[in-house]
């Protein structure tokens, strides 16, 4: 059995929603409605487009803003923790 990831605080998913928008590639997209996302998932968290957002980007900034919000470190640091080491091997 896989280990059930957190579901994210609702007070967080405007931050998600910004740093996506600040990530968009092209500003007319049909895939996503020009949100920059295409919902939430089953876990809470913002579902970034692929047609128009630049996910790696995302995901560094994403990454950042988890390290600094102690709640959120708490809940997620051990899921970008070995994402790290991946990235030290390489």
């Given at each position: 059995m896989s280990e059930?990831?957190?579901?994210l605080p609702d007070k967080y998913l405007d931050v998600a929603k910004k740093v996506i928008k600040e990530n968009r590639s092209k500003n007319n997209?049909?895939?996503?409605y020009?949100?920059?996302?295409?919902g939430t998932n089953q876990d809470n968290m913002v579902v970034p487009c692929t047609k128009?957002?630049?996910i790696e980007e995302v995901m560094v900034k994403w990454r950042s803003f988890v390290r600094e919000n102690e709640e959120l470190t708490n809940l997620y640091g051990e899921y970008f923790?070995?994402?790290e080491e991946e990235q030290v091997t390489k």
């Open positions: 059930k990831t957190p579901r997209c049909k895939a996503c020009d949100r920059g996302f295409i128009c957002v630049d923790e070995e994402d």
